[in-house]
Each structure stands twice: as C-alpha cells, then as structure tokens.
C-alpha cells in the first residue's frame, strides 16, 4: 500500500473515496430499507401515472388506447379556459383555500403553543391524545355527524333552537354557511394531528434560551414571541409554502360530502368538477387537463414564493 501510494497517488486517491463510499453505503443500509415502501408508493401511484397526462393533449377513446387517439393538442384547455363554469369553479375554489390558509393553517401552530406550555406531563399527554383522535374518523362520519345535529328538522341543534321558541338555522343549506362549516370541519379533524409536526420542532428547542429570557424579566408571552416562534419559523415557512402547491386540490371527499343541490353556487370546485364530468359522464382528456392546470398553478406558486423566501434570507423548500 505505502508503495501504491508513492507510486501511483491518483489511484491510492480513487481507491479509498470508494472504501469510504462502500463504507458509507453499508452503514445506509436499514436507513435505505426504512425509506423503501414510501420510495415505492411514490414511484408507482405518483411517478409512473404521470405517462398518462399525454391525453390531456388527446381526444382520448379508451379503446383506441394512447397510440390510437386523436391529437389536439391544446384544445381541452382552450376549451377549459371558455367554459362559463371556470371562473366560478375558480372564485369557489381559490375562497375555500384562502379559508384555509388564514385560518386552518394557523390553528395547529396555536394548538402546538399551546400543549408546549402545559406542564403537568400526564395531562398533556391527555390533551394530544384527545386532540389526536378525530383525524382517525372518515369524513363520512365527520359529515355525518354534522347533519346529526344541524339538520333542519330532525337535528339535534335545531330541535333544541325550536323548544326555546327560536328560529332554525339552516347549517347544511344555506350556502351562507357552507364555507365556514367546511373550515371549522377541517380544524376539528386536522388541527390536532397536523400539530405534530410543530410540536416536535418545539422539542428542538434549546431550554437555556427559555432560562436567559427568564433571566431577563421576559413574561411567557414575550418568550413565545421572542424565543418559540423563531426557533420553529423555518419549519413554518416550510409547510407554508408546500400548503401553497395545494390551493387549487383542496381534496373531494369532505367538499362532495357536504355539498348539495342548494349550495351547489359555493360547493362546486374543481375537484368535483373532474368526478361529474370525468368520471360520471366520461370526459377523461378534458378533465385530465383540468387537472393538470391545477399541478401547473401549484408548481408555478411553490417556486415563485420558494424563491421569495430564500430571497429574504429564510430557509425555503430547495
């Protein structure tokens, strides 16, 4: 080896940038296999179906299959952008996830600061765990549940309402509520679990910087001001701009249950829009590129606020 090294070091030079990479590698090993199912899932139901967003740019006949159908190139989306439903389907949608935005995205923050100032351990153990629990219900039963209550005549709310000689309230009907229902659903369900995620960048936190502000005479207000919410602002500004990639795929299943003939005005989004006219009427090519519209908004709104971020001196996505 000593006499490789003098006489060749280039090559002693390769040889042991592989022994470290090999090395390295096998150390990997059960990090690499941890990783496998989420690599596969992403692979097989995200990556390999983007193959078929050609027929967006198709007049797509199942069987006739890729190769057989018609080209027209851009005609679905001339098509999308003239259809009187858009800017409706647009205004719904774009409203739904500003809701979202301004006042779900900031409720598992709140919560998060909230548990992370309990002391008693046994009770905030409690408090997760409850708040936890309603991100296991379907929103079936989270729908369900809401009608329960809320329904004109036999819910439970309204019921109560008519005993003491007050008027109804039409939750589930009139689209006046429709949006806030929808939001205050989606806190409910989601707040608790997406606080994980913050909670555990709050155990991150060094506790000396807690015990200097103390120090300095600084109230628990001004040490979540000064001290919690830097140390987790990259964490937040993070999830913020992947909550952007969202704004026009706010999810079918809680919309399409909630929704009905007389708040179809405010219901109707693009996600819906695919299932009645791609699925129950069959219009694959032209929903295809609705639904590519959509991926495009969000790549172009991840990049473009990544970009502003970074240009901030904050820490962005990439």
Do not use: C
Not at 119 to 135: D, E, G, I, S
């Amino acid at each position: 080896m000593q006499q490789q090294r003098f006489s060749n070091p280039v090559l002693f030079v390769k040889n042991r940038i592989k022994q470290a990479s090999w090395t390295h590698w096998k150390r990997g090993i059960p990090l690499y296999v941890m990783i496998l199912p989420g690599l596969l899932y992403f692979l097989i139901f995200r990556y390999l179906p983007m193959g078929g967003i050609i027929i967006a740019f198709q007049d797509f006949n199942p069987f006739s299959g890729h190769s057989g159908s018609e080209w027209v190139g851009l005609a679905q989306f001339e098509r999308l952008f003239s259809d009187v439903d858009f800017w409706p389907l647009l205004k719904n949608t774009l409203l739904l996830s500003a809701l979202n935005l301004f006042l779900f995205f900031p409720a598992p923050i709140a919560l998060a600061l909230a548990i992370n100032e309990v002391r008693l351990r046994w009770f905030r153990k409690a408090v997760q765990t409850a708040l936890y629990m309603p991100h296991f219900l379907s929103w079936v039963v989270v729908v369900g549940m809401t009608i329960t209550l809320f329904a004109t005549q036999d819910g439970t709310v309204n019921k109560l309402l008519a005993s003491l000689g007050l008027n109804r309230i039409e939750v589930m009907t009139d689209p006046a509520y429709f949006r806030y229902v929808y939001v205050l659903q989606n806190i409910w369900k989601e707040a608790g679990w997406n606080a994980i995620i913050f909670l555990a960048a709050l155990a991150a936190v060094n506790p000396a910087l807690y015990e200097a502000g103390v120090m300095d005479g600084a109230s628990r207000w001004q040490l979540i001001w000064h001290v919690t919410l830097p140390a987790i602002r990259s964490t937040i500004i993070v999830l913020f701009i992947l909550r952007l990639g969202d704004v026009l795929d706010i999810g079918f299943e809680h919309i399409y249950l909630l929704q009905n003939s007389l708040n179809l005005q405010v219901s109707d989004v693009f996600d819906t829009y695919v299932y009645r006219t791609g699925v129950l009427q069959g219009e694959f090519s032209y929903t295809t590129a609705v639904g590519l519209f959509k991926s495009v908004v969000g790549l172009i709104l991840i990049a473009s606020s990544n970009y502003l971020f970074r240009k901030f001196g904050e820490e962005g996505v990439y």
